[in-house]
Structures are given as structure tokens and as C-alpha cells.
T-cell receptor, first 111, second 111 residues
Framework: SQQGEEDPQALSIQEGENATMNCSYK?????LQWYRQNSGRGLVHLIL?????REKHSGRLRVTLDTSKKSSSLLITASRAADTASYFC???????????FGQGTRLTINP | DGGITQSPKYLFRKEGQNVTLSCEQN?????MYWYRQDPGQGLRLIYY???????QKGDIAEGYSVSREKKESFPLTVTSAQKNPTAFYLC??????????FGSGTRLTVV
């Protein structure tokens, strides 16, 4: 079962621009996490936001969470070619002991 | 350095053959997970284990089996009952439901 749905499925921007990806989910959660995956590699944890938080920053990353709309967004500022990757949101449904991942957004940064 | 090691990186399976994918972690994490990823798709949970000698089925457990005899190891066997095993397999671990640490994956191909 896919809990999270990312939007858009693919995004292509110029280097230096900001990239925004969105994630929607269906059930109440404890926290929401974002991961990055370079082609053919494992996933790397980027940031975790708890259900009682509304915004969180980490370097060039900014994550927001709106539990009333069951949605989250990931903003990457001042994008670089090295940011080219797929980005996934993941949620843990309350009472569950596992993360459920969305389909991902494929981000391409053009030099 | 602490981390998760998956082996082999590439694996080829003949029709009707069982194969085992290795996952070893030295992070002292209690929980371990196996996910399957198909091209351009998100991750789907196969099996997970919260503690030694105990594991639970995920969303797509049919045709797969696991064991958890040691805290460090969580091997996945793809049996002949799995009719479409060609995919990228990812192992992960975590301490509590925080950021997951992923291995670099095993790409399984049926020949």
C-alpha cells in the first residue's frame, strides 16, 4: 500500500533555481521523512518532521507539514547539479512500526 | 564505519531457482527491513523484523522468506514461487522509527 503520493512525478529546472516537491498522505502519522536516491543506489535520509511540527530546515532544505491537509513539501534552494536524484517521502502510520514510501519525484538539475 | 552491507551487488537467477540476498549491519539497530523497488517506482515493503527471531510480513511477502537469527543479519530468500523477481532490492535498518539507514542494494535479474 502506498501511503504517500509525490507531485510532480518529474521536475526539471536550471541550476540555481529552487525546486519544490509535494507529498500527500492518507492516514494520521507520527512523523514524515524525506529521502534522496541517486540512480542505482540506496536511499539517503534527508530530514524528519514530526506531526506536531510545521516547518523544519536543514542547510538548503526546507520541509513543511500540514497535518490538516495531510500534505508536506520539500524545498531545495539554490539547486546544484549534484541535487539530481529521486526524492521520496515516507510516513509511519500511527501504531505501525514501518515506513511507507511514496512513488517519488525525479528531479533533474540542468547546468 | 558503521553501515549496512548488501551482497551481492548483482545477482542472476534461473527459472525455478531460489536465491538468497545478504544484508548485514554493524549499527546495533534492532529493526531491519527489506524493500523491493521496480523501475521508476517507489519502495514496497517485503518483510521486516523488530527483534531477533521475530519478523512480520509486509505488503508483498508472497514468494519471499526471511530469517533473523542474529541482530546483525537479515537475509532475504527469493523463492521459485516469486514469479516476477526481477527488481532492485534494498535493505534498511533503524533504531526506533527515525531515519532509516539503507544499504546500496542488490539488483536481481531472472535469466
Amino acid at each position: 500500500s502506498q501511503q504517500g503520493e509525490e507531485d510532480p512525478q518529474a521536475l526539471s529546472i536550471q541550476e540555481g533555481e529552487n525546486a519544490t516537491m509535494n507529498c500527500s498522505y492518507k492516514t494520521s502519522i507520527n512523523n514524515l521523512q524525506w529521502y534522496r536516491q541517486n540512480s542505482g543506489r540506496g536511499l539517503v535520509h534527508l530530514i524528519l518532521i514530526r506531526s506536531n511540527e510545521r516547518e523544519k530546515h536543514s542547510g538548503r532544505l526546507r520541509v513543511t507539514l500540514d497535518t490538516s491537509k495531510k500534505s508536506s513539501s520539500l524545498l531545495i534552494t539554490a539547486s546544484r547539479a549534484a541535487d539530481t536524484a529521486s526524492y521520496f517521502c515516507a510516513t509511519d502510520a500511527q501504531g505501525a512500526q514501518k515506513l511507507v514510501f511514496g512513488q517519488g519525484t525525479r528531479l533533474t538539475i540542468n547546468p | 564505519d558503521g553501515g549496512i552491507t548488501q551482497s551481492p551487488k548483482y545477482l542472476f537467477r534461473k527459472e525455478g531457482q531460489n536465491v538468497t540476498l545478504s544484508c548485514e549491519q554493524n549499527l546495533n539497530h534492532d529493526a531491519m527491513y527489506w524493500y523491493r523497488q521496480d523501475p521508476g517506482q517507489g519502495l514496497r515493503l517485503i518483510y521486516y523484523s523488530q527483534i531477533v527471531n521475530d519478523f512480520q510480513k509486509g505488503d508483498i511477502a508472497e514468494g519471499y522468506s526471511v530469517s533473523r537469527e542474529k541482530k546483525e543479519s537479515f537475509p532475504l530468500t527469493v523463492t521459485s514461487a516469486q514469479k516476477n523477481p526481477t527488481a532492485f532490492y534494498l535493505c534498511a535498518s533503524t533504531e526506533g522509527l527515525y531515519g532509516y539507514t539503507f544499504g546500496s542494494g542488490t539488483r536481481l535479474t531472472v535469466v
